[in-house]
């Protein structure tokens, strides 16, 4: 009788997730001589993926996110993985269950009831999300965009806000504030000002000069985790769009028609978007006696082993790692959980096979941020053609960071898959609209 496979089960479907996923299910997953190595298992509440660096686009109304969606079933089936629906909301470690919570359709009948999932060898993915910090009104005045649903989301009350403004007197205006100057707020606030800029083009009227978007940051500056130089200039870019950016304002409480400072200023804002600090889902903090941070992060090591169990991981944004002799941990990036999602692929395979884990040593590809279609700013890494620490701006810098997401793809398609989808992308913008404009 042959043996049963050793189960892989990774919880979480956004870039790292998925990526693991699907190196895993080509190393391990297909099946030779009868048997593959190992069973792989995602589990995901959404039925698919879409790269979490895009959904500004989203959001905005830029990026059509049917188009771009990976689904999950798809790329299980053609890369030897299984997908399984539900959220995590617990874990038995003695046991090596986790908790799945009861899935419901979006009327909220329940479609499966809570269920648990066994596993060998556990890896937690789950992402991050916006940090409220207890600030009161914020869950209840602000969106977020931390998921495609999120991101959908607003773009239907953005809609609905500009046919308000447009069917209002000449004088209305659209007064949009979103706070946390870090990528997302500022690319955000650039996209919306593209986003604009195309719908005029189609006759939905000047909407830009009827524009009138805060972007506030707690901190002394903008990107405070990019290149002064970078932040510099992308906050030069954002006040010649016509963006008032507010930094060393701290907002201490918002209602549903403004942002409130601690200096008593009062922005208006019936539109308003939390895009600040950042922190782990929730469960984490009480997951089995796992050792978290204060942001809810898992502790791993630099094997990606949580601290206190060698046969539980995570990686991306809900994993904290110090490196030896650094002050700062891991960014919560896409382009770490790549890097991370990369080596335990490898690791997973050395380790089935009785061999020792690598440790986690990470790359720097540099740092880029996109304002929609008027610029681009970033700071090459060490895997720069152009040297470490190189600024690069304009038409180099867009391609450059278009082709985070191309390597994204490939990442997840090979190169055939991937030439194919790079194809349909240039004939779909060349008759589809820009912007939603329906």
Avoid at 298 to 322: M, N
Avoid at 351 to 363: H, I, Q, V, W
Wanted: with cysteine.
């Amino acid at each position: 009788m042959a043996a049963t496979p050793h189960r892989i089960v990774i919880v979480g479907g956004g870039a790292g997730g998925v990526h693991l996923a699907t190196r895993l299910g080509r190393r391990l997953g297909r099946p030779r001589g009868g048997q593959a190595k190992a069973e792989i298992l995602l589990v995901d509440r959404d039925a698919s993926h879409i790269w979490k660096p895009r959904l500004h686009e989203v959001a905005a109304g830029t990026l059509d996110s049917g188009q771009e969606q990976v689904s999950f079933v798809v790329q299980a089936s053609r890369h030897h993985f299984r997908y399984w629906p539900g959220e995590m909301t617990g874990l038995d470690r003695a046991r090596k269950v986790i908790r799945l919570a009861a899935l419901a359709d979006r009327n909220g009948v329940e479609v499966l009831p809570a269920r648990e999932l066994s596993y060998d060898t556990l890896i937690i993915a789950v992402g991050s999300r916006a940090n409220d910090f207890g600030i009161p009104g914020v869950r209840e005045h602000c969106s977020f965009i931390d998921s495609r649903d999120q991101a959908e989301e607003f773009n239907a009350v953005l809609r609905n806000q500009v046919l308000r403004c447009l069917a209002g007197p000449d004088e209305a205006t659209l007064d949009i504030a979103i706070v946390g100057a870090g990528a997302t707020g500022v690319e955000l606030s650039a996209e919306i000002n593209t986003a604009l800029d195309f719908a005029a083009g189609y006759g939905v009227g000047d909407l830009r000069r009827r524009l009138r978007l805060t972007l506030i940051e707690t901190a002394p500056r903008i990107l405070g985790a990019l290149p002064e130089r970078v932040a510099d200039a992308a906050q030069r870019e954002l006040r010649r769009q016509g963006v008032t950016v507010l930094t060393g304002a701290q907002v201490v409480a918002v209602d549903a028609e403004a942002m409130h400072l601690k200096d008593g200023r009062r922005i208006p804002a019936p539109l308003k978007v939390w895009a600040a600090g950042i922190q782990a889902p929730a469960f984490l903090d009480r997951l089995d006696g796992l050792e978290t941070v204060r942001s809810r992060q898992l502790v791993i090591r630099p094997t990606l082993q949580t601290s206190r169990d060698d046969d539980v991981f995570a990686l991306g944004d809900c994993a904290f790692l110090l490196p030896e002799g650094e002050t700062h941990p891991m960014p919560a990036t896409a382009q770490v959980a790549q890097q991370q999602a990369e080596q335990l692929a490898r690791g997973l395979e050395a380790r089935l096979a009785g061999k020792p884990l690598p440790e986690f040593r990470y790359k720097h590809g540099g740092a880029l941020v996109a304002l929609g279609h008027y610029n681009a700013f970033g700071s090459l890494g060490r895997l720069g053609l152009l040297g470490d620490g190189t600024f690069i701006q304009g038409r180099f810098a867009q391609w450059t960071y278009v082709s985070l997401y191309r390597r994204h793809q490939l990442g997840l398609y090979g190169f055939w898959r991937s030439l194919m989808f790079w194809l349909a992308d240039l004939l779909r913008k060349a008759h589809a609209p820009r912007v939603k404009v329906d």
